[in-house]
Protein backbone atom coordinates (compact mmCIF):
# COMPACT_ATOMS: atom_id res chain seq x y z
CA UNK A 1 0.00 0.00 0.00
CA UNK A 2 1.51 3.39 -0.70
CA UNK A 3 1.04 4.52 2.74
CA UNK A 4 3.46 1.95 3.81
CA UNK A 5 5.94 3.56 1.35
CA UNK A 6 5.60 7.02 2.72
CA UNK A 7 9.04 8.39 4.52
CA UNK A 8 8.25 8.47 8.52
CA UNK A 9 7.63 12.37 9.40
CA UNK A 10 10.13 13.99 11.84
CA UNK A 11 9.33 15.91 14.91
CA UNK A 12 11.25 18.58 13.38
CA UNK A 13 9.02 18.64 10.34
CA UNK A 14 5.90 18.81 12.42
CA UNK A 15 7.88 21.44 14.72
CA UNK A 16 8.42 23.48 11.53
CA UNK A 17 4.77 22.75 10.41
CA UNK A 18 3.06 24.16 13.84
CA UNK A 19 5.23 27.31 13.67
CA UNK A 20 3.93 27.83 10.19
CA UNK A 21 0.51 28.24 11.61
CA UNK A 22 -1.77 31.33 11.64
CA UNK A 23 -3.80 30.03 14.62
CA UNK A 24 -1.16 29.51 18.16
CA UNK A 25 -1.21 25.96 19.66
CA UNK A 26 -0.74 24.25 22.21
CA UNK A 27 -0.69 20.60 22.92
CA UNK A 28 -1.52 19.39 26.52
CA UNK A 29 -1.04 15.50 27.92
CA UNK A 30 -3.44 13.66 30.11
CA UNK A 31 -2.05 15.16 33.37
CA UNK A 32 -2.70 18.95 31.67
CA UNK A 33 1.06 19.68 31.21
CA UNK A 34 2.23 21.54 28.12
CA UNK A 35 3.70 18.76 25.73
CA UNK A 36 4.25 21.38 22.98
CA UNK A 37 3.82 25.20 22.20
CA UNK A 38 4.27 26.81 18.47
CA UNK A 39 5.41 29.75 18.51
CA UNK A 40 2.48 31.89 18.31
CA UNK A 41 0.83 30.29 21.23
CA UNK A 42 4.14 30.25 23.10
CA UNK A 43 3.85 34.06 23.07
CA UNK A 44 0.40 34.46 23.84
CA UNK A 45 1.14 31.90 26.81
CA UNK A 46 4.18 33.95 28.10
CA UNK A 47 2.33 37.27 27.84
CA UNK A 48 -0.59 36.16 30.20
CA UNK A 49 2.11 34.31 32.52
CA UNK A 50 3.94 37.80 32.50
CA UNK A 51 7.39 36.12 31.91
CA UNK A 52 9.36 35.25 28.82
CA UNK A 53 10.27 31.52 28.72
CA UNK A 54 11.20 28.69 25.40
CA UNK A 55 9.20 25.99 24.78
CA UNK A 56 11.60 24.19 26.46
CA UNK A 57 10.95 26.51 29.57
CA UNK A 58 7.18 25.77 29.32
CA UNK A 59 7.73 22.10 28.48
CA UNK A 60 6.61 20.07 31.67
CA UNK A 61 4.76 22.39 33.26
CA UNK A 62 0.70 22.51 34.17
CA UNK A 63 -1.52 24.60 32.39
CA UNK A 64 -3.27 25.40 35.72
CA UNK A 65 0.08 26.15 37.22
CA UNK A 66 1.49 28.56 34.21
CA UNK A 67 -2.07 30.21 34.08
CA UNK A 68 -3.54 30.14 37.43
CA UNK A 69 -6.68 32.51 36.21
CA UNK A 70 -8.03 30.35 33.84
CA UNK A 71 -9.09 27.87 36.91
CA UNK A 72 -13.10 28.64 37.37
CA UNK A 73 -13.72 29.91 34.15
CA UNK A 74 -15.32 28.90 30.73
CA UNK A 75 -11.80 28.09 29.59
CA UNK A 76 -11.21 25.17 32.74
CA UNK A 77 -14.53 24.07 32.25
CA UNK A 78 -14.83 23.25 28.60
CA UNK A 79 -11.11 22.14 28.37
CA UNK A 80 -12.48 19.25 31.02
CA UNK A 81 -15.56 18.66 28.93
CA UNK A 82 -13.40 17.53 25.83
CA UNK A 83 -11.22 15.49 28.04
CA UNK A 84 -13.82 13.86 29.75
CA UNK A 85 -16.13 13.15 26.90
CA UNK A 86 -13.24 12.48 24.55
CA UNK A 87 -15.25 15.06 21.78
CA UNK A 88 -14.21 17.90 20.06
CA UNK A 89 -15.44 21.22 21.85
CA UNK A 90 -15.35 24.65 20.03
CA UNK A 91 -16.12 28.03 22.21
CA UNK A 92 -14.89 32.01 21.64
CA UNK A 93 -14.30 33.28 25.27
CA UNK A 94 -13.12 36.55 27.16
CA UNK A 95 -9.26 35.90 28.73
CA UNK A 96 -9.81 39.02 31.11
CA UNK A 97 -6.32 39.52 32.56
CA UNK A 98 -5.50 40.25 28.79
CA UNK A 99 -8.52 41.64 28.23
CA UNK A 100 -8.62 39.59 24.68
CA UNK A 101 -11.60 37.45 23.43
CA UNK A 102 -9.82 33.54 21.69
CA UNK A 103 -11.58 31.54 19.42
CA UNK A 104 -10.94 27.84 20.87
CA UNK A 105 -10.77 24.34 19.49
CA UNK A 106 -10.09 21.63 21.05
CA UNK A 107 -9.67 18.24 19.98
CA UNK A 108 -8.97 15.52 22.48
CA UNK A 109 -6.93 12.13 22.28
CA UNK A 110 -6.55 9.58 25.25
CA UNK A 111 -3.20 11.18 25.46
CA UNK A 112 -4.08 14.65 26.31
CA UNK A 113 -5.41 17.89 24.38
CA UNK A 114 -4.28 19.44 21.52
CA UNK A 115 -5.60 23.39 21.70
CA UNK A 116 -6.22 25.71 18.99
CA UNK A 117 -6.44 28.94 19.51
CA UNK A 118 -6.61 32.65 18.01
CA UNK A 119 -7.21 36.10 19.05
CA UNK A 120 -10.79 37.63 17.93
CA UNK A 121 -10.24 40.61 19.90
CA UNK A 122 -10.80 43.37 16.59
CA UNK A 123 -13.23 41.28 15.63
CA UNK A 124 -15.18 41.06 18.59
CA UNK A 125 -15.01 44.61 19.12
CA UNK A 126 -15.98 45.49 15.63
CA UNK A 127 -18.98 42.99 15.83
CA UNK A 128 -19.69 45.46 18.62
CA UNK A 129 -19.12 48.29 17.44
CA UNK A 130 -21.61 47.72 14.44
CA UNK A 131 -24.33 46.15 16.91
CA UNK A 132 -23.65 49.53 19.14
CA UNK A 133 -24.20 51.76 16.02
CA UNK A 134 -27.05 49.85 15.39
CA UNK A 135 -28.54 50.39 18.67
CA UNK A 136 -28.00 54.48 18.03
CA UNK A 137 -29.37 54.17 14.39
CA UNK A 138 -32.42 52.73 16.16
CA UNK A 139 -32.72 54.38 18.74
CA UNK A 140 -32.28 57.90 16.73
CA UNK A 141 -35.43 56.81 14.63
CA UNK A 142 -37.20 56.09 17.18
CA UNK A 143 -36.87 60.09 18.46
CA UNK A 144 -37.53 61.42 14.61
CA UNK A 145 -40.38 59.54 14.68
CA UNK A 146 -42.26 59.72 18.03
CA UNK A 147 -44.80 62.38 17.10
CA UNK A 148 -45.94 63.22 21.02
CA UNK A 149 -42.23 64.84 21.45
CA UNK A 150 -42.43 68.10 20.17
CA UNK A 151 -39.88 69.55 17.51
CA UNK A 152 -37.62 70.86 20.45
CA UNK A 153 -37.81 67.82 22.38
CA UNK A 154 -36.25 65.75 19.57
CA UNK A 155 -33.91 68.11 19.04
CA UNK A 156 -32.95 67.91 22.64
CA UNK A 157 -33.26 63.84 22.67
CA UNK A 158 -30.65 63.66 19.79
CA UNK A 159 -28.15 66.29 21.11
CA UNK A 160 -28.49 63.98 24.04
CA UNK A 161 -27.56 61.05 22.03
CA UNK A 162 -25.36 62.81 19.89
CA UNK A 163 -23.23 63.94 23.00
CA UNK A 164 -23.10 60.57 24.57
CA UNK A 165 -22.04 59.11 21.44
CA UNK A 166 -19.11 61.65 20.81
CA UNK A 167 -18.25 61.84 24.51
CA UNK A 168 -18.93 65.72 24.69
CA UNK A 169 -20.72 67.12 27.87
CA UNK A 170 -22.42 69.71 25.26
CA UNK A 171 -24.03 69.61 22.13
CA UNK A 172 -26.61 72.40 20.50
CA UNK A 173 -28.46 74.12 18.04
CA UNK A 174 -28.32 77.08 16.88
CA UNK A 175 -30.15 79.98 14.82
CA UNK A 176 -28.05 82.45 12.97
CA UNK A 177 -29.73 85.98 12.72
CA UNK A 178 -27.53 88.31 11.31
CA UNK A 179 -24.32 88.90 13.41
CA UNK A 180 -25.23 87.11 16.06
CA UNK A 181 -25.76 83.73 17.53
CA UNK A 182 -28.97 82.12 19.10
CA UNK A 183 -29.02 78.83 20.88
CA UNK A 184 -32.61 77.58 20.55
CA UNK A 185 -31.84 73.92 21.81
CA UNK A 186 -28.92 73.29 24.21
CA UNK A 187 -27.81 69.72 26.19
CA UNK A 188 -25.17 70.11 28.60
CA UNK A 189 -24.23 69.02 32.46
CA UNK A 190 -24.55 73.29 33.87
CA UNK A 191 -26.52 76.23 33.05
CA UNK A 192 -23.12 78.01 31.23
CA UNK A 193 -25.82 78.70 28.45
CA UNK A 194 -29.25 77.98 27.98
CA UNK A 195 -31.67 78.45 25.27
CA UNK A 196 -32.51 81.93 23.94
CA UNK A 197 -29.33 83.23 25.09
CA UNK A 198 -27.41 85.42 21.97
CA UNK A 199 -23.80 85.50 21.59
CA UNK A 200 -21.81 87.31 18.70
CA UNK A 201 -21.49 85.03 16.00
CA UNK A 202 -17.61 85.82 15.30
CA UNK A 203 -17.02 84.51 18.90
CA UNK A 204 -18.21 81.41 18.15
CA UNK A 205 -16.19 78.55 16.23
CA UNK A 206 -19.41 78.28 14.31
CA UNK A 207 -18.27 81.20 12.43
CA UNK A 208 -16.60 79.21 10.28
CA UNK A 209 -19.47 76.51 9.36
CA UNK A 210 -21.71 79.16 8.56
CA UNK A 211 -19.32 81.06 6.26
CA UNK A 212 -18.02 77.94 4.48
CA UNK A 213 -21.56 75.99 4.63
CA UNK A 214 -19.17 73.03 5.51
CA UNK A 215 -18.44 71.14 8.78
CA UNK A 216 -15.65 71.95 11.24
CA UNK A 217 -14.53 68.92 12.81
CA UNK A 218 -11.22 69.10 15.31
CA UNK A 219 -9.86 67.44 18.61
CA UNK A 220 -8.03 70.39 19.10
CA UNK A 221 -9.16 73.44 17.62
CA UNK A 222 -7.01 76.04 19.18
CA UNK A 223 -4.11 74.26 17.65
CA UNK A 224 -5.83 73.03 14.00
CA UNK A 225 -7.19 76.19 13.73
CA UNK A 226 -5.11 79.07 15.27
CA UNK A 227 -7.14 81.54 13.38
CA UNK A 228 -10.27 80.89 14.43
CA UNK A 229 -11.22 83.62 17.32
CA UNK A 230 -10.96 83.73 21.12
CA UNK A 231 -13.52 85.99 22.16
CA UNK A 232 -15.69 86.63 25.12
CA UNK A 233 -18.21 83.26 23.83
CA UNK A 234 -17.09 79.55 23.16
CA UNK A 235 -13.49 79.90 23.73
CA UNK A 236 -13.73 81.52 27.11
CA UNK A 237 -15.35 78.73 28.04
CA UNK A 238 -12.41 76.62 27.60
CA UNK A 239 -13.88 74.77 24.49
CA UNK A 240 -11.10 72.82 22.83
CA UNK A 241 -12.37 70.25 20.64
CA UNK A 242 -15.49 70.30 18.47
CA UNK A 243 -17.65 69.18 15.95
CA UNK A 244 -20.26 71.17 13.95
CA UNK A 245 -22.48 71.23 11.25
CA UNK A 246 -24.51 73.39 9.37
CA UNK A 247 -27.93 73.07 9.15
CA UNK A 248 -29.73 73.92 6.01
CA UNK A 249 -33.10 74.91 5.50
CA UNK A 250 -34.25 75.58 1.84
CA UNK A 251 -30.89 75.92 0.32
CA UNK A 252 -29.83 78.48 3.25
CA UNK A 253 -27.42 78.45 6.45
CA UNK A 254 -30.25 78.07 9.20
CA UNK A 255 -27.68 77.73 11.83
CA UNK A 256 -25.40 75.53 13.09
CA UNK A 257 -25.61 71.89 14.90
CA UNK A 258 -22.83 70.88 17.00
CA UNK A 259 -20.78 69.44 19.93
CA UNK A 260 -18.10 70.85 22.02
CA UNK A 261 -16.16 70.14 25.31
CA UNK A 262 -12.39 70.69 26.49
CA UNK A 263 -9.64 69.24 24.43
CA UNK A 264 -9.54 65.70 23.56
CA UNK A 265 -6.21 63.20 23.14
CA UNK A 266 -8.15 61.76 20.13
CA UNK A 267 -10.11 63.03 17.48
CA UNK A 268 -13.79 62.43 16.34
CA UNK A 269 -13.96 59.66 14.19
CA UNK A 270 -15.52 58.95 10.49
CA UNK A 271 -18.68 57.32 12.55
CA UNK A 272 -19.15 61.07 14.95
CA UNK A 273 -18.94 62.81 11.58
CA UNK A 274 -21.65 61.06 9.59
CA UNK A 275 -23.64 60.78 13.05
CA UNK A 276 -24.08 64.62 13.30
CA UNK A 277 -23.99 65.50 9.55
CA UNK A 278 -26.83 63.17 9.50
CA UNK A 279 -28.57 64.40 12.47
CA UNK A 280 -28.42 68.06 11.05
CA UNK A 281 -29.88 67.24 8.08
CA UNK A 282 -32.58 65.73 9.80
CA UNK A 283 -33.08 68.79 11.43
CA UNK A 284 -33.13 70.50 8.54
CA UNK A 285 -35.71 69.03 6.65
CA UNK A 286 -37.87 69.06 10.18
CA UNK A 287 -37.67 72.73 10.12
CA UNK A 288 -38.50 73.30 6.84
CA UNK A 289 -41.65 71.00 7.54
CA UNK A 290 -42.13 73.33 10.73
CA UNK A 291 -41.60 76.45 8.96
CA UNK A 292 -44.24 75.74 6.46
CA UNK A 293 -46.61 74.54 9.17
CA UNK A 294 -46.08 77.60 10.78
CA UNK A 295 -46.55 79.59 7.51
CA UNK A 296 -49.87 77.67 6.52
CA UNK A 297 -50.56 78.31 10.18
CA UNK A 298 -50.87 82.57 9.61
CA UNK A 299 -52.19 81.97 6.27
CA UNK A 300 -54.94 79.89 7.67
CA UNK A 301 -55.43 82.96 10.06
CA UNK A 302 -55.50 85.54 7.86
CA UNK A 303 -57.61 83.51 5.54
CA UNK A 304 -60.49 83.35 8.39
CA UNK A 305 -59.97 87.07 8.76
CA UNK A 306 -60.45 87.88 5.50
CA UNK A 307 -63.39 85.12 5.61
CA UNK A 308 -64.89 87.86 8.83
CA UNK A 309 -64.89 90.44 6.24
CA UNK A 310 -66.71 88.49 4.18
CA UNK A 311 -69.36 87.48 6.47
CA UNK A 312 -69.94 90.44 8.14
CA UNK A 313 -68.59 93.15 6.68
CA UNK A 314 -69.96 92.46 2.72
CA UNK A 315 -72.97 90.75 3.78
CA UNK A 316 -74.42 93.46 6.02
CA UNK A 317 -74.01 96.28 3.16
CA UNK A 318 -75.40 93.31 0.56
CA UNK A 319 -78.42 92.59 2.26
CA UNK A 320 -79.20 96.17 2.73
CA UNK A 321 -78.94 96.48 -1.42
CA UNK A 322 -81.40 93.64 -1.70
CA UNK A 323 -83.76 95.39 1.00
CA UNK A 324 -83.31 98.41 -1.36
CA UNK A 325 -84.00 96.56 -4.98
CA UNK A 326 -87.18 95.01 -3.39
CA UNK A 327 -88.48 98.25 -2.30
CA UNK A 328 -87.85 100.05 -5.40
CA UNK A 329 -90.00 96.92 -7.37
CA UNK A 330 -93.01 97.90 -4.89
CA UNK A 331 -92.05 101.46 -5.41
CA UNK A 332 -92.56 101.15 -8.77
CA UNK A 333 -95.59 99.34 -8.94
CA UNK A 334 -94.55 96.46 -10.88
CA UNK A 335 -91.57 94.62 -12.60
CA UNK A 336 -88.16 96.61 -14.19
CA UNK A 337 -85.85 95.46 -16.36
CA UNK A 338 -83.14 97.35 -14.35
CA UNK A 339 -84.29 96.21 -10.85
CA UNK A 340 -84.39 92.73 -12.14
CA UNK A 341 -81.22 92.98 -13.43
CA UNK A 342 -79.79 94.34 -9.91
CA UNK A 343 -81.83 91.44 -8.12
CA UNK A 344 -79.59 89.00 -10.63
CA UNK A 345 -76.96 90.56 -9.74
CA UNK A 346 -77.17 90.62 -6.05
CA UNK A 347 -77.95 87.28 -6.30
CA UNK A 348 -74.96 86.27 -8.43
CA UNK A 349 -72.84 88.27 -5.01
CA UNK A 350 -74.38 86.45 -2.46
CA UNK A 351 -73.27 83.32 -4.15
CA UNK A 352 -69.58 84.38 -4.95
CA UNK A 353 -69.77 85.34 -0.85
CA UNK A 354 -71.20 81.64 -0.08
CA UNK A 355 -68.59 80.17 -2.24
CA UNK A 356 -65.45 82.00 -1.34
CA UNK A 357 -66.68 80.81 2.37
CA UNK A 358 -66.89 77.59 1.91
CA UNK A 359 -63.39 77.49 0.34
CA UNK A 360 -62.06 78.93 3.77
CA UNK A 361 -64.05 75.52 5.49
CA UNK A 362 -63.31 72.82 3.30
CA UNK A 363 -59.90 72.09 3.16
CA UNK A 364 -59.32 70.54 5.97
CA UNK A 365 -59.10 66.74 6.11
CA UNK A 366 -62.05 64.52 7.16
CA UNK A 367 -61.50 62.70 10.45
CA UNK A 368 -65.44 61.85 11.82
CA UNK A 369 -67.54 60.40 9.60
CA UNK A 370 -71.15 58.71 9.81
CA UNK A 371 -73.47 56.59 7.78
CA UNK A 372 -76.00 58.70 5.90
CA UNK A 373 -78.93 58.02 3.58
CA UNK A 374 -77.58 59.96 0.33
CA UNK A 375 -81.09 60.71 -0.79
CA UNK A 376 -81.91 62.43 2.38
CA UNK A 377 -78.95 64.60 1.81
CA UNK A 378 -79.41 65.45 -1.69
CA UNK A 379 -83.21 66.51 -1.36
CA UNK A 380 -82.02 69.09 1.50
CA UNK A 381 -78.91 70.19 -1.20
CA UNK A 382 -81.76 70.74 -3.77
CA UNK A 383 -83.98 72.35 -1.49
CA UNK A 384 -80.60 75.45 -1.14
CA UNK A 385 -80.52 75.62 -4.71
CA UNK A 386 -82.37 77.28 -7.21
CA UNK A 387 -83.07 74.35 -9.44
CA UNK A 388 -85.87 76.51 -12.25
CA UNK A 389 -87.12 73.84 -13.99
CA UNK A 390 -84.36 70.73 -13.15
CA UNK A 391 -85.66 67.99 -11.47
CA UNK A 392 -84.11 64.84 -9.41
CA UNK A 393 -83.83 61.02 -9.46
CA UNK A 394 -82.05 59.48 -6.83
CA UNK A 395 -81.23 56.47 -5.31
CA UNK A 396 -83.26 56.16 -2.03
CA UNK A 397 -81.02 52.87 -0.84
CA UNK A 398 -77.51 54.45 -1.28
CA UNK A 399 -75.65 54.72 2.24
CA UNK A 400 -72.35 56.55 2.42
CA UNK A 401 -69.97 57.19 5.57
CA UNK A 402 -69.34 61.22 5.68
CA UNK A 403 -69.31 64.25 7.25
CA UNK A 404 -72.68 64.80 6.23
CA UNK A 405 -72.30 68.64 6.18
CA UNK A 406 -69.84 68.68 4.02
CA UNK A 407 -71.09 65.91 1.51
CA UNK A 408 -74.31 68.83 1.11
CA UNK A 409 -72.13 71.52 0.33
CA UNK A 410 -70.52 69.52 -2.56
CA UNK A 411 -74.07 67.82 -3.86
CA UNK A 412 -75.54 72.20 -3.83
CA UNK A 413 -72.32 72.67 -5.66
CA UNK A 414 -72.97 70.13 -8.31
CA UNK A 415 -76.27 70.80 -8.59
CA UNK A 416 -76.30 74.53 -8.95
CA UNK A 417 -73.30 73.65 -11.93
CA UNK A 418 -75.78 71.30 -13.18
CA UNK A 419 -78.40 73.79 -13.67
CA UNK A 420 -76.76 77.05 -14.62
CA UNK A 421 -74.96 74.64 -17.56
CA UNK A 422 -77.37 71.90 -17.96
CA UNK A 423 -80.08 73.72 -20.45
CA UNK A 424 -78.34 74.44 -23.60
CA UNK A 425 -80.82 76.35 -25.31
CA UNK A 426 -83.69 73.89 -24.33
CA UNK A 427 -86.44 75.09 -23.07
CA UNK A 428 -86.89 71.88 -20.42
CA UNK A 429 -85.01 71.62 -17.19
CA UNK A 430 -81.92 69.27 -17.07
CA UNK A 431 -82.27 66.29 -15.27
CA UNK A 432 -80.02 65.46 -12.28
CA UNK A 433 -79.34 61.81 -11.62
CA UNK A 434 -77.67 60.72 -8.22
CA UNK A 435 -76.91 56.44 -8.02
CA UNK A 436 -74.46 53.99 -6.69
CA UNK A 437 -71.85 52.54 -8.47
CA UNK A 438 -69.27 50.03 -7.23
CA UNK A 439 -67.17 51.46 -4.75
CA UNK A 440 -68.99 54.95 -4.53
CA UNK A 441 -71.44 57.17 -6.52
CA UNK A 442 -72.28 59.42 -9.67
CA UNK A 443 -73.76 62.46 -9.88
CA UNK A 444 -74.96 62.92 -13.62
CA UNK A 445 -77.11 65.03 -15.67
CA UNK A 446 -78.47 65.25 -19.30
CA UNK A 447 -77.15 68.75 -20.09
CA UNK A 448 -74.55 70.04 -22.67
CA UNK A 449 -71.62 68.39 -20.49
CA UNK A 450 -68.11 69.91 -20.37
CA UNK A 451 -65.92 69.61 -23.66
CA UNK A 452 -62.86 67.24 -22.98
CA UNK A 453 -60.60 69.55 -23.93
CA UNK A 454 -61.59 71.38 -20.51
CA UNK A 455 -62.11 67.73 -17.99
CA UNK A 456 -58.36 68.09 -16.75
CA UNK A 457 -58.76 71.63 -15.52
CA UNK A 458 -62.24 72.40 -14.54
CA UNK A 459 -61.64 71.52 -10.89
CA UNK A 460 -59.14 74.07 -10.29
CA UNK A 461 -60.32 77.01 -8.50
CA UNK A 462 -61.23 80.10 -10.57
CA UNK A 463 -62.06 77.63 -14.09
CA UNK A 464 -64.92 79.10 -15.36
CA UNK A 465 -66.12 78.30 -18.89
CA UNK A 466 -69.21 80.47 -19.13
CA UNK A 467 -68.60 83.67 -16.70
CA UNK A 468 -68.76 82.11 -13.37
CA UNK A 469 -66.56 82.37 -10.34
CA UNK A 470 -64.85 78.83 -11.21
CA UNK A 471 -65.01 78.15 -7.15
CA UNK A 472 -68.25 75.59 -7.07
CA UNK A 473 -66.29 72.86 -8.88
CA UNK A 474 -63.03 73.38 -7.03
CA UNK A 475 -65.12 73.30 -3.81
CA UNK A 476 -66.01 69.86 -5.02
CA UNK A 477 -63.09 68.58 -5.55
CA UNK A 478 -61.95 69.87 -1.83
CA UNK A 479 -64.52 68.29 0.08
CA UNK A 480 -63.98 65.16 -1.95
CA UNK A 481 -60.14 64.84 -1.67
CA UNK A 482 -61.04 65.44 2.21
CA UNK A 483 -62.62 62.20 2.35
CA UNK A 484 -60.17 60.70 0.94
CA UNK A 485 -62.35 60.19 -2.47
CA UNK A 486 -60.92 59.89 -6.18
CA UNK A 487 -63.44 62.13 -8.35
CA UNK A 488 -63.67 62.17 -11.64
CA UNK A 489 -65.63 63.77 -14.88
CA UNK A 490 -66.65 61.98 -17.80
CA UNK A 491 -69.65 62.13 -20.53
CA UNK A 492 -73.08 60.71 -19.71
CA UNK A 493 -76.61 60.15 -21.74
CA UNK A 494 -76.43 62.29 -24.02
CA UNK A 495 -73.35 64.30 -23.41
CA UNK A 496 -74.24 65.83 -20.45
CA UNK A 497 -71.24 65.62 -17.02
CA UNK A 498 -70.98 62.84 -15.31
CA UNK A 499 -69.15 63.05 -12.16
CA UNK A 500 -67.60 59.59 -10.55
CA UNK A 501 -67.05 59.16 -6.77
CA UNK A 502 -64.67 56.25 -6.01
CA UNK A 503 -62.96 55.07 -2.98
CA UNK A 504 -66.23 55.75 -1.00
CA UNK A 505 -66.31 53.82 1.74
CA UNK A 506 -70.34 53.09 1.14
CA UNK A 507 -72.81 49.58 2.15
Known amino acids: MAGEDAP??????????????????????DEWRFTYLNEHGRRVVCEAMGEELSVEELQGRTMWGALPELSGTVFEERYREAMARQTAVSFEAEYEPLDAWFEINVYPSESGLSVYFRDVTERRRQ????????????????????????????????????????????????RI??????FEVVHGPDDIVEAGDVIDLADTYCERVVLDEERLVSGDVAEEYPALPRGQGIDGWGVGCYLGAPVIVNGDVYGTFCFYDTDREDGFSEWAVTLVETMGRWIGSALERKLARERLVRQNERLEQFATILSHDLRNPLGVAIQRAELLERELGGESEHVTALQRAHERMETLVEDVLTMTRVGETVEETSDVELAAVARDAWNNVRTDDASLDVDDDLVVACDRSRLQQLLENLIRNSVEHGTDGDDDGVTIQIAAQPDGFVVADDGPGIPESERDSVFEFGHSESGGSGVGLAIVDQIATAHGWEVTLTDDWDGGARFEFRTVTDR
Not at 11 to 27: P, Q
Not at 177 to 182: G, I, L, Q, S
Open 177 to 182: RDDEYV
Open 127 to 174: HKKLENRETVLREMYEVISDQDLAFEGRVEALLAIGCRELGTDYGTLS
Open 8 to 29: PVDAESVDHLLDRMTDAFMGLD
